[in-house]
């Protein structure tokens, strides 16, 4: 079995991580900042050898990790869906200070605290990311050094898992 190397990197700002609205899965693009700290990442990726990419396909990381392949031309982008954020269901572009939001976010908070299921309604658990981002961790695992842009929580509870 060849050696896989994942170096995982999580997209830059959007407009909604700085006014605290919860994304998920809905597609929210990269803010001026966003772009500038994509930049910088991809500037520090041209020093590493780089033999894959793979990108969440929503635009904050697929455009990240553009800006990670400026410095590698003979690398072309992969997505794959295992590496999209958590479904957030009804939590999907609330913002952190709608009170409705924050009692479900406590609720969740205890559950997981107890060690039970934390699905988001009408959204996923842990285990369900888990489960989907690691089987794109096994797809992905090819060998060499694959470079991996995903969201926040998709690469929390996926490190927290191994």
Known sequence: ELETRFLLVRHGETDWNKQQRLQGQLDVPLNEEGRRQAADIGQWFRSVAVDRVISSPLSR??????????????VTLETDPGFQEFNLGKLQGMSLSDPECRKICVEREGRLANGEDARYPGGEND??????????????A???TIVVVA???TIRVLVKSV
């Not at 285990?127 to 992905?140: E, F, S, Y």
Request: no cysteine.
């Open 127 to 140: 285990a369900d990311v888990i489960a989907r981002a690691t089987a794109a961790l096994h797809r992905a």
């Open 142 to 144: 090819k060998g060499g």
């Open 61 to 74: 990381a697929t455009e990240t990790a553009s800006a990670i392949l400026a410095g590698h031309p003979h």
């Open 151 to 153: 969201h926040g929580g």
